[in-house]
């Protein structure tokens, strides 16, 4: 039973990302907006009083001020991506999609499933929500452990087409990825950002899961709807609202340290998670931390609902055995 529970996890979230990876390659794209962008540091320092000087010098400071970057939505993000790179570009990352869920998925949604069986009541069938909620940390955070390093090479090939031609690292796939991040920067390399990886994993794997579970039962208790596919799309989707919500913070600060460029004898971008998160909000705001918020519910609630759907219906294939 233990196998076969990361058997159907592993066929529904391989098809759920697939199926939702040009959401996901928009949701990167758009996290890492207004990244390189610094404050004009020498204008904020400007006392009040001499903002209303009218010298020749102080014109020409506020004239030549750079503007800061234009915010794109993730419609006209799509669109130019399209545009700029093709179609495929939609679709760059895909080989690190398979082995991330591979990985990940497989291991959490097969650990979730063992706890689950352990932890539910064998009189009344049921499982308390705090028991769901720990064994969603529990199986999320193993299991992005084991995922982190076709995360990175995800995000990272996800970003490429956003840099200039002479700066972008063109991994041919998800292996030539690994290696040469193995080779250049060393094995420490595919694990950057793995505490944020656990962090977020762990806080989408407790929302996403126990939120399917806890409100397919109140929907099914209450007779709001029969066990199907409507309350399997219902639940699935309430739970991706709430996996959003809780996750999107860590999730651009995730992508942005996976992003970075490291280069020998330089010191990095940032130093760590918080640093990350220190700098972005400064610079571009506290609301900087729920960029890419549109095309992330846009992705997980499809995400969220394919994976259950297709996990439902795989159950269903795989109860004799």
Request: charged share 20%; net charge positive; with cysteine.
């Amino acid at each position: 039973m233990g196998v076969k529970g990361f058997v159907e996890g592993g066929i529904a979230s391989i098809v759920a990302g697939c199926s939702t990876h040009p959401l996901d390659l928009i949701k990167v794209r758009m996290q890492l907006q207004g990244e390189s962008h610094v404050p004009n540091t020498a204008v904020q320092t400007l006392r009040p009083a001499l903002a209303f000087q009218t010298t020749t010098t102080t014109t020409s400071s506020a004239i030549h001020m750079p503007p800061p970057p234009a915010r794109v939505g993730p419609v006209a993000t799509g669109i130019k991506i399209f545009r700029t790179e093709g179609v495929a570009a939609l679709f760059s990352g895909v080989s690190a999609t398979v082995l991330r869920q591979t990985l990940y998925s497989t291991t959490r949604m097969g650990l979730y499933d063992i706890l689950k069986q352990k932890w539910t009541d064998k009189e009344t069938k049921t499982m308390p929500l705090s028991r769901k909620i720990t064994a969603g940390l529990i199986a999320g955070g193993i299991g992005a452990a084991v995922g982190n390093p076709a995360d990175v090479a995800m995000v990272r090939m996800q970003a490429d087409g956003r840099l200039p031609v002479s700066q972008r690292r063109n991994y041919t796939s998800v292996v030539d990825a690994i290696t040469r991040m193995t080779k250049q920067e060393g094995v420490t390399s595919l694990w950057r950002g793995s505490s944020l990886t656990v962090n977020r994993a762990m806080l989408v794997t407790a929302s996403q899961l126990a939120s399917y579970d806890q409100i397919k039962e109140m929907i099914l208790e209450n007779g709001l709807m029969k066990d199907g596919l409507g309350t399997h799309v219902a639940a699935s989707f309430s739970a991706g609202f709430v996996a959003a919500v809780a996750s999107n913070p860590v999730d651009v600060i995730k992508t942005r340290v996976m992003n970075m460029k490291v280069e020998a004898g330089q010191k990095p971008p940032y130093a760590g998670a918080l640093d990350c998160a220190i700098k972005t909000v400064k610079s571009e705001g506290p609301m900087a931390l729920y960029k890419g918020f549109i095309p992330t519910i846009s992705r997980q609630g499809p995400f969220t609902v394919v994976l259950f759907v297709t996990l439902e219906q795989v159950r269903k294939l795989l109860k004799d055995f």
